[in-house]
């Protein structure tokens, strides 16, 4: 890591070898971000289209949503941009702990609103019997809301490259194998902790008494349980200190960009929970 | 990565980089406390027996709000240069007028389907 005194003299918004004065990722995001946008408007006007213009005796959607549940991601995911912008930060100032523990705690926001989608999209197949084809809502709100946790999975996926990323050291020549079994564990460990912590939901749902709720989890998740542990002491492995690392504040824009990106998928989320979920309690 | 990617600035300008850098963690934290408690007064309003045209107005008028805190602070677009913000709302404008445009071209009578 960099002094305090080389973070002074770096200015990270603006860069005087482009012609733009932008840094060229940067630029690359903003352009890409605003494509976006108008991807999400499309999808956002289809369903909103078919909601002003609903067919008879079509899906009530006030019997399906549950506010509670979208109101809690959407607290999560707004949670998980500010420790996306503490991320930031912290490897503008060169400080590289801090760094990774704003990631890790994004990565886990974002784990959180993933498991609530799937949460809610199988409690909306099953129970609620809405799928992508057997009514208009659903072929809409799954296209939208689908696709925007497409989104949320691969900015899981790229801040936990980045994290991984974070460990990289220079000295040893074969880093990238190092780096390719730490981000499989990383992966791993998010699948295993998702696939676990809806287990467990599901068991204190179906089962009536919580003695009887926990024994139904182990004995279906036991196999889970084992090897979400056994990743987990992996990803410590992999996360010992083995000498300087190649990941300081000339590094920040890499994870500003990823940042950017983040902070994209909150804001599309703001204009869903209004215009897919609020708007249909009036 | 590349020294590309971290420009090194003037004096002037880098202190006053310094300086906002300093005060970065409290805006930010400020933000998304107000963020939270707006989405809080969102799902509070839609049970309030208002009028629907004042309920419609009043969240997407938050809704907006949320929205320009996240991009103009947490995605740094107040300290970057304005062509990111020109760039972004060109997207945004041809979006948001493609969405009015169907929404208005779907709300015409003629274009309603016929009834089978």
């Known amino acids: 890591m960099s002094s305090h005194a080389a973070t002074a003299t770096i200015d990270h918004h603006h860069d005087p070898t482009t012609s733009t004065g932008i840094p060229n990722k940067k630029l690359l995001m903003w352009t890409f971000l605003a494509s976006d946008c108008m991807f999400f408007g499309a999808l956002i006007s289809t369903h909103l289209i078919y909601r002003l213009h609903p067919p008879a005796g079509g899906l009530d959607p006030k019997q399906i949503f549950s506010v509670e549940l979208t109101s809690f991601s959407t607290f999560v995911l707004l949670m998980s941009s500010l420790m996306m912008a503490l991320a930031v930060t912290a490897i503008q100032k060169g400080n590289l702990k801090s760094c990774r523990w704003s990631l890790l705690t994004t990565i886990f926001f974002g784990m959180i609103f993933l498991g609530c989608q799937v949460y809610e999209f199988e409690h909306f197949v099953h129970e609620k019997n809405m799928t992508l084809s057997n009514s208009l809502l659903g072929s809409t709100f799954y296209t939208l809301t689908g696709t925007h946790g497409c989104h949320v999975a691969i900015g899981v996926l790229w801040l936990s490259l980045m994290y991984v990323r974070s460990f990289k050291v220079a000295s040893r020549p074969s880093w990238l194998n190092h780096q390719l079994l730490h981000a499989l564990t990383f992966i791993v460990v998010l699948l295993l902790s998702l696939k676990v912590t809806l287990g467990l939901v599901h068991s204190l749902q179906t089962v009536p008494t919580f003695g009887a709720a926990i024994s139904d989890f182990f004995s279906h998740q036991g196999i889970y349980i084992g090897g979400f542990l056994l990743a987990l002491w992996g990803l410590f492995w992999f996360a010992r200190p083995r000498g300087t690392v190649q990941f300081n504040e000339s590094n920040a824009i890499d994870v500003e960009s990823m940042g950017l990106y983040w902070h994209f998928v909150d804001i599309v989320w703001i204009v869903i929970f209004t215009a897919v979920y609020l708007l249909e309690y009036l | ?116």
Request: proline residues 4%; glycine residues 6%; aromatic residues 14%.
């Open chain 2, 1 to 116: 990565m590349s020294a590309h990617s971290a420009a090194v600035s003037s004096p002037g300008s880098g202190h006053d980089a310094g300086h906002a850098e300093e005060n970065k963690f409290q805006i930010y934290v400020q933000i998304a406390m107000l963020l939270a408690v707006i989405t809080g007064v969102e799902i509070a309003i839609v049970y309030f027996p208002w009028a629907k045209w004042i309920v419609v107005s009043l969240l997407v008028v938050l809704s907006v709000v949320k929205f320009m805190f996240v991009i103009f602070y947490f995605m740094h677009l107040r300290w970057d240069k304005p062509f990111c913000t020109i760039l972004f709302f060109i997207g945004l404008i041809i979006a948001g007028g493609t969405a009015w445009a169907l929404l208005a071209l779907f709300t015409a009578e003629a274009s309603l389907p016929l009834p089978v």
